[in-house]
T-cell receptor, first 110, second 114 residues
């Protein structure tokens, strides 16, 4: 079955520290992968996407993600977290529709 | 370029009533999809419309329906509302021409059923 797993429900990092949010997907075909961010009471903002080509993709707000086919993973990273990055992050795979993970809530300590 | 616009942003309805939510996609986008977001079930796909035709449907009861107009604007309707229909309803738009099209979301419509 097609699915997306975000193993970490909640992550807390200190401002200025690096960040990695994990995402694993299950999909038999070539995956089209997305990361979205949602601030409280808001919709989903696209951070980045992977369709093909270079497995390291750059997104907005200094985020990047690396696609690893052998591990069925698409982890999101940021070298230095800012307080404004506190939000909920969703990984998704497109299968004719978007299938989302359960989300990871990021808390940033001052 | 305007983004995906959803109206109304907030609404409160009573059990048994019906509700209609509206979505205007990004200009030039012909695909509109709807998703329901709840704390318990997360983000779930409702349906997708492309060029006025439903192209894909999720696993929701028939009380949930939608349509798309010739200008690509879409509406979704929920009839006979239940308490469990309280959720954030998100509309997404894309060109819809290939699987690789980028999908953009609106701010959502918050529905509370009392």
């Amino acid at each position: 079955a097609q699915s997306v797993t975000q193993p970490d429900i909640h992550i807390t990092v200190s401002e200025g520290a690096s960040l990695e949010l994990r995402c694993n997907y299950s999909y038999g075909a070539t995956p089209y992968l997305f990361w979205y961010v949602q601030s409280p009471g808001q919709g989903l903002q696209l951070l980045l996407k992977y369709f093909s080509g270079d497995t390291l993709v750059q997104g907005i707000k200094g985020f990047e993600a690396e696609f690893k086919r052998s591990q069925s993973s698409f982890n999101l990273r940021k070298p230095s977290v800012h307080w404004s990055d506190a939000a909920e992050y969703f990984c998704a795979v497109y299968t004719g529709k978007l299938i989302f993970g359960q989300g990871t809530t990021l808390q940033v300590k001052p | 370029k305007a983004g995906v616009t959803q109206t109304p942003r907030y609404l409160i309805k009573t059990r048994g009533q019906q509700v209609t939510l509206s979505c205007s996609p990004i200009s030039g986008h012909r695909s509109v999809s709807w998703y329901q977001q709840t704390p318990g079930q997360g983000l779930q796909f409702l349906f997708e419309y492309f060029s006025e035709t439903q192209r894909n449907k999720g696993n929701f009861p028939g009380r949930f329906s939608g349509r798309q107009f010739s200008n690509s604007r879409s509406e979704m309707n929920v009839s006979t509302l239940e308490l469990g229909d309280s959720a954030l309803y998100l509309c997404a738009s894309s060109l819809g021409t290939t699987s690789g099209n980028t999908i953009y979301f609106g701010e959502g419509s918050w529905l509370t059923v009392v």
